[in-house]
């Protein structure tokens, strides 16, 4: 890198800096610092969850499917994702919408209006601890690019993505998380498309790229990635996309309204229709280029790192700006989910605290100590290298557990028959299934998934048929529902 690329990092720091300390001087309540006071634009709200979708992962886990198989990673994560969102447009989004103008904080605070406290506070704690997981992930790979384009020692790339990303959204919240996506959209499309363009004319444009990629290369789903997996992985990011991963949920509940929510929602999918394969085509024309790579997932930073600094200097920084923007707008988001269910759902709940400035001061402080879990937790891939690639650590751990918890979330938003019963069922029938066939069998990740979706499943809609309501539980729910 040259003295330009570091000038660039630096301004990028400096205009992080001023986005939180502005975002800082408007938080006055918990509804401020978890919901931007539930008045987020609607095409705010619709970058800001599209760009959460990514991070410095998916140029580096994306990277190494995309080289090694293709057209197969748009078929399996930008398809998916954006059928997804559609299907939240339609259902989920105006729903967390409508709740949003409610006055809700949280993603889970309406699960004990809805069942009662025990699911709310069993699916707070199993997000919190599956979510610690993806957030290392995130962090490791931005420390990969680190150390490629700079030559920074690992372990200390982690510590510094880490620390000011913590930092960061320590003072901040949302707000500043959003306005912060907004901010990395703009920085990443500049490089991105750059460098879209330059490769593209190295290949001889789009037919050379297609004529000299090798057989099956363009395959909509090839590899260990067969139809049964992408089937599985869309209901898993459906889930994700529509509020299972909570501080997506967050973006829909900001606007504060059922329509802006859907208009959101709406834009989020076409943008994942549309903008990842600018992302991906560099990632083909790789295997084009350099077919014998030695670590694949590094394809995208190789190519980076060939045709930037011809271009023009400085550009290399800002690619790096944007990558690092991603991730820590991505990782700031998770983390102030994950806060606020900590802080709301959990500890307030159960220390029967409704005091907001008490549990506002707390928010901070737990914050930043899931910061340093966050930290610690970027240290698996190189701690346990066994365990594979960060795409199958995230698609085990983090995708392999989100179902049962998404699936009484989302359903009881919609659902009206069943009761916390089924909804503490379901989540534990999940989490059971998952253990035995991942420990117990050892099945691969489809035959589980599968496995577990079905008795989450079962178990919601089956729940209805067995029990019967009690008169309060009939009143409870259908008050809950009005409104939605």
């Not at 790979?141 to 982690?158: E, H, K, R, T, Y």
């Amino acid at each position: 890198m040259t003295p330009l690329d570091y000038v660039v990092l630096v301004i990028y720091s400096m205009i992080v800096l001023a986005i939180g300390y502005f975002a800082t001087r408007r938080i006055k309540s918990l509804g401020d610092y978890f919901a931007g006071g539930w008045k987020v634009p609607w095409w705010l709200a619709a970058v800001s969850h599209h760009v959460s979708g990514y991070s410095a992962f998916a140029f580096v886990a994306y990277a190494g499917i995309a080289y090694r198989y293709g057209f197969t990673i748009y078929t399996i994560w930008a398809l998916t994702i954006s059928i997804g969102v559609l299907i939240g447009a339609l259902v989920f989004a105006p729903r967390w919408g409508a709740l949003g103008k409610k006055g809700i904080v949280s993603p889970l605070q309406f699960l004990e209006e809805r069942y009662s406290l025990a699911p709310r506070i069993a699916i707070a704690i199993s997000f919190t601890s599956i979510k610690f997981i993806d957030l290392g992930l995130k962090i490791f790979s931005l420390a990969v690019f680190i150390n490629a384009f700079i030559g920074l020692d690992i372990v200390w790339s982690i510590i510094i993505a880490g620390g000011v990303s913590v930092a960061y959204m320590v003072t901040g919240g949302i707000l500043a998380s959003i306005w912060t996506d907004f901010a990395q959209a703009i920085i990443q499309f500049i490089p991105t498309i750059i460098l879209f363009f330059a490769a593209l004319q190295a290949v001889g444009g789009f037919s050379g790229l297609v004529s000299k990629a090798p057989p099956g290369f363009w395959q909509p789903l090839s590899g260990p990635y067969d139809f049964p997996y992408w089937l599985a992985f869309l209901i898993v990011v459906t889930l994700s996309y529509c509020g299972a991963t909570l501080n997506l949920a967050q973006r829909f509940i900001s606007v504060g309204e059922a329509k802006e929510a859907r208009k959101a929602a709406l834009l989020s999918a076409l943008l994942y229709l549309t903008y990842p394969v600018a992302m991906f085509v560099p990632m083909w024309i790789a295997r084009i280029l350099y077919p014998n790579l030695d670590k694949p997932d590094y394809a995208y930073a190789v190519i980076a790192r060939e045709f930037l600094p011809r271009i023009a200097p400085g550009l290399l920084g800002l690619l790096l700006v944007a990558l690092f923007a991603a991730t820590m707008s991505m990782v700031d988001s998770d983390l102030n989910s994950l806060s606020a269910v900590f802080t709301i759902d959990v500890y307030g709940r159960l220390k029967k605290i409704t005091n907001e400035k008490i549990l506002l001061k707390r928010a901070a402080i737990i914050t930043l100590i899931f910061g340093i879990i966050m930290v610690i937790a970027s240290f698996v891939p190189l701690a346990f290298p066994q365990a594979g690639g960060i795409f199958d650590i995230m698609v085990k751990w983090y995708a392999g557990l989100l179902g049962p918890i998404g699936i009484p979330l989302l359903l009881g938003l919609v659902y009206k028959r069943t009761t916390w019963r089924g909804a503490l069922a379901s989540w534990a029938g999940g989490f059971i299934i998952w253990a035995i066939f991942s420990y117990g069998f050892k099945t691969p990740w489809t035959i589980t998934t599968w496995a577990q979706l079905i008795t989450s499943f079962a178990i919601f809609f089956l729940e209805p048929m067995i029990t019967r309501k009690s008169p309060e539980e009939i009143k409870k729910i259908e008050k809950f529902f009005e409104g939605l």
